[in-house]
């Protein structure tokens, strides 16, 4: 296919995926040069590609973070359309079965059953691509980091990444969606992360907790901190805009769980319905004065030239249950996050602390 429609095709492929919901808002796209690979073209081809995208605001690229999906009201125009299409193709099957001495009644009692049976197959053939390790969880820099180095780690391996907040790598794992989650929900009660939340979403299962790094989170702001917000109590001031982390990140969960010690009521916070997917896109709106603070990694601060106020140490964990620890590419993985000069990388990136990297603890 010549390379001038050939762009067109992986530009219709990415935003196919962007409106059937397989690729969310701060989801990064595979390198250029994975790409190039992946459909046999020239660089030129898939940046163009990409320039595309970007046209449609559907996807953004940063110097040193990869081309991402955006927040955009894009897809909110495309989904009517495609509603409508399907609208048009029920109806003319619907008109078809009328006609053939079908009741309204036997459609809908068969539909019911061949929906429930499609969800039932869709349960149980989430099959994981050869030679790809997939990814659901909390963002992380480090994450990223690691995702376009796999085939480094992991010769001719993939490892795809889906941000979608610790609980929801957690439940990707029970749905077997995910072969290893990213996680860092904190449990106040047993001053623990993220053993409560396994135990209660994958019950009965033994499951390996593999420290990728201790994360510095903060509160994020315009450089010199002008409003001089330090503390939790600075977010209820009236001049203080925030931005949030989505419901189910463990951002979100930390927070929700100080607010409580503190006796602060979300609703006196401006900003706080507000919600971002990634700690990148905190960052930006700070960056770009639609907020004034946010919370986020020191290391997301840094890119993006803001100011970075520490709130809390916390620990990232790689998820992996026991049936999945023979997985090759999460065995090259683990021996990769035992090598001092990977710990090196990592610290390098900025707001990560590596002592325990590599380590293994096991949930029951």
């Known amino acids: 296919m010549p ?34 690979k992946l459909w046999n073209c020239t660089p030129g081809t898939v940046q163009r590609a990409y320039q595309e995208l970007a046209k449609q ?18 897809k909110e125009k495309i989904m009517p359309l495609q509603q409508a299409m399907l609208i048009h193709r029920a109806e003319a099957f619907l008109l078809e079965v009328l006609t053939s001495g079908y ?90 992360y993220n053993k409560a939340f396994i135990r209660k979403l994958l019950p009965g299962k033994r499951v390996a907790l593999i420290t990728l790094a201790h994360r510095r989170l903060g509160f994020i702001t315009a450089p010199g901190n002008p409003l001089a917000i330090n503390t939790i109590q600075d977010l209820v001031r009236p001049e203080v805009h925030f931005i949030n982390r989505q419901t189910g990140s463990g951002t979100r969960v930390w927070l929700d769980i100080m607010l409580e010690k503190a006796n602060i009521e979300p609703a ?39 100011n970075f106020s520490l709130l809390t140490l916390e620990r990232y964990d790689l998820v992996v249950p026991e049936e999945n620890i023979t997985i090759p590419q999460i065995q090259d993985l683990i021996h990769w996050l035992s090598l001092p000069e990977t710990k090196l990388a990592i610290r390098d990136l900025g707001g990560y602390e590596t002592d325990q990297t590599g380590t293994i603890q096991w949930v029951h």
């Open 3 to 36: 390379d001038s429609y050939l762009y067109q095709q992986i530009a219709e492929s990415i935003r196919t995926d962007i409106i059937q919901g397989r690729l969310q808002p701060g989801d990064r796209l595979p390198s250029v040069r994975k790409m190039t």
């Open 57 to 74: 605001h559907l996807v953004t690229s940063r110097p040193g973070q990869g081309t991402r999906i955006t927040d955009t009201p894009l």
């Open 103 to 192: 009741t309204i009644s036997d459609v809908e009692q068969t539909f019911r059953l061949a929906l429930d049976r499609w969800k039932t197959v869709e349960r149980n053939t989430s099959v994981r691509p050869k030679n790809t390790l997939r990814f659901v969880g909390s963002h992380d820099l480090a994450v990223d980091w690691v995702a376009e180095n796999f085939d480094n780690i992991s010769p001719n391996s993939t490892l795809t990444l889906n941000f979608s907040g610790s609980l929801g790598g957690l439940i990707a794992l029970a749905e077997n969606r995910a072969d290893i989650a990213g996680s860092h929900l904190w449990d106040d009660d047993n001053k623990t």
């Open 268 to 306: 006196q916070i401006k900003g706080y319905l507000t919600e971002k997917f990634t700690h990148s896109e905190v960052a930006r709106v700070v960056a770009e004065k639609e907020a004034n603070v946010g919370i986020g990694l020191e290391a997301t601060a840094l890119v993006f030239g803001l």
